[in-house]
C-alpha cells in the first residue's frame, strides 16, 4: 500500500484544502469543491482537515488525501492530530494517510511523540503516517518511530524554529539527503520558484495551501503590496 501511494504522488503537488470556522470558506461542501478544482489543475493528492471534510472531499476526487484533525486543547501547543481519540476518527473517514504532529512537544494526553506513536503503529500498523515536523531532527525521531513519511509542515510554527524562513530548504537538502523515507515540503510555498527550488532539493512531494486554497490570504497579499502614497 506504501509503495502505491507513494507512487501516485511522487512528484506532483498536493494541495492543502483546509478552513477554519473562523474563515470564510468553513464549509466541508466548499472544501469538496476546491479539492476537485485542485484534482483538475493537476494536483496529484489533497490533504484535508476533519473527519467530515475528508468524507466529502473522497465523493469528489478519487485521489489520495492526507488527513489530519486539527484539535486545541489547554495546557498544549501540539493540535495537529494530537491523541488516540482524533486517529480514531480519522480511520473512520478512510485517508490514505494520515498526518500528526511529531515535534517532541508534549501532548494533551501527557504523552510525547515517542511515547505516543508506538501506540498508534501498534493498534493501526498497517495504515500510513506522515510526521508534520518543526526541525530536522524531529524528522530522523520519526522514522526511527516507523512514520512513513516526512514533512516540514512545522518548521516555523514551533518556539523553536520561530523566525526561520519558510520553506527551510537547508532542513530539506538535509532530510533529503539523510532519510529512508520519502520526504514533503510543506509550509510557506508562495512561489512557482520556490516549489522548483523544493523539489531541486530531492523531495518526494509538495504541499501547497494557503497560496492555491484561501482566498482571503491571498487577497490581503496582494492589498499589502500596494504602495503607499
Known amino acids: 500500500m506504501k509503495e502505491e501511494v507513494a507512487a501516485k504522488i511522487k512528484r506532483g503537488l498536493i494541495v492543502s484544502c483546509q478552513a477554519l470556522p473562523t474563515e470564510p470558506l468553513y464549509s466541508s461542501y466548499i472544501m469538496g469543491r476546491m479539492a476537485y478544482a485542485a484534482m483538475e489543475g493537476g494536483a496529484v493528492g489533497i490533504r484535508a482537515n476533519t473527519p467530515q471534510d475528508i468524507v466529502e472531499i473522497k465523493k469528489t476526487v478519487d485521489l489520495p488525501v492526507i488527513g489530519l484533525y486539527k484539535v486545541v486543547t489547554e495546557g498544549s501547543d501540539v493540535y495537529i492530530t494530537p491523541t488516540m481519540a482524533e486517529i480514531d476518527a480519522l480511520m473512520e473517514a478512510g485517508p490514505d494517510i494520515i498526518a500528526l504532529d511529531a ?10 511523540i515517542s511515547e505516543f506513536f508506538p501506540q498508534v503503529r501498534e493498534k493501526y500498523p498497517d495504515m500510513l503516517f ?38 527551510c530548504y537547508e532542513m530539506l537538502r538535509k532530510m533529503c539527503g539523510n532519510l529512508n523515507i520519502p520526504v514533503i515540503a510543506e509550509g510557506g510555498i508562495w512561489e512557482r520558484g520556490q516549489l522548483q527550488e523544493a523539489f531541486a532539493c ?6 501547497v495551501g494557503t497560496a492555491i486554497t484561501r482566498p482571503r490570504d491571498i487577497t490581503r497579499r496582494f492589498v499589502n503590496a500596494i504602495p503607499k502614497q
Open 202 to 207: 530531492g523531495i518526494h512531494a509538495a504541499v
Open 130 to 167: 506522515m510526521a508534520d515536523c518543526s526541525t530536522y531532527e524531529d524528522a530522523v525521531r520519526a522514522q526511527e518511530l516507523g512514520f512513513d513519511f516526512a514533512g516540514t509542515t512545522l518548521c516555523g510554527y514551533t518556539k523553536e524554529t520561530e523566525g526561520t524562513e519558510i520553506p
Open 103 to 112: 515535534t517532541d512537544r508534549m501532548r494533551a494526553n501527557g504523552m510525547t
